[in-house]
């Protein structure tokens, strides 16, 4: 409905890979704000007393400064230091994250680290759902959409915030994948509710010129911004990618 031409497979599911010039595109993030369809990225809950624990187990990055409602880049190594995933970690409760995932079965590979850990928590897909909101416009956008519920001027660069968009719950972060200012809406219930959500923020954007489009390839690689699977993978460690800062 939104001009979507081609797809690409990401976690098995279909994720937008193509809907306009590309140009056209790299330019209206620049200037503009655009709405990125990236639902292919899962959310892995880790839950329950050791979650703090199992966390950390399964980064190199020290967590132990990420607080409630805070969100940190993080990479997950195999045994060999290699990269299993360059997830964003989200800090929802003491006791619960999330961890989004780029195209990798990461929740298969979690729950197989936690078989043998001794630590008590609960592993489960968290049935969210993910839009990107970047451009220079992008703050502007989320003041309409959500008002009063969320000061976005002392929002911090990774923080988070809960607030209804559509009438739908959801969990926002300063975040993304572009270089650009830009935030990231995570849909609670998304199998039940995605419409709801995305229809909102579509009617929000009109007044910002906002336009779907597929994820800025060309806006991250200028911004110097890696892409598991594409720019690095399980055969090269955080040093050989000058990752090194988050060991």
Request: negative net charge; hydrophobic residues 35%; contains cysteine.
């Amino acid at each position: 409905d939104h001009g979507c031409r081609n797809f690409s497979v990401y976690n098995r599911t279909y994720i937008s890979s193509t809907f306009s010039n590309p140009t056209k595109e790299y330019w209206q993030v620049i200037n503009h704000v655009s709405l990125w369809p990236v639902m292919g990225e899962r959310q892995i809950e880790i839950s329950g007393v050791d979650a703090a624990n199992f966390v950390q187990y399964l980064t190199c990055r020290d967590m132990s400064s990420c607080a409630v409602n805070q969100c940190k880049y993080a990479l997950l190594l195999n045994t060999e230091g290699g990269i299993v995933c360059d997830p964003i970690i989200l800090r929802l409760e003491k006791n619960k994250f999330w961890i989004s995932t780029s195209d990798c079965d990461l929740e298969l590979w979690i729950k197989g680290v936690h078989v043998n850990s001794g630590l008590n928590v609960n592993i489960h897909d968290a049935n969210v759902s993910l839009l990107q909101i970047q451009g220079p416009k992008s703050k502007a956008l989320m003041q309409d959409l959500c008002g009063d519920q969320v000061n976005f001027d002392d929002m911090p660069f990774y923080g988070l915030a809960e607030a209804k968009i559509g009438g739908r719950d959801c969990v926002i972060s300063q975040s993304g994948f572009s270089g650009e200012a830009g935030y990231e809406i995570y849909l609670r219930n998304s199998l039940l509710y995605a419409e709801d959500m995305w229809n909102a923020v579509l009617e929000a954007g009109k007044k910002h010129s906002l336009m779907v489009i597929a994820p800025a390839h060309h806006r991250r690689i200028q911004a110097g911004i890696l892409s598991w699977g594409q720019d690095m993978d399980n055969q090269h460690n955080p040093f050989q990618c000058n990752l090194g800062y988050q060991v």
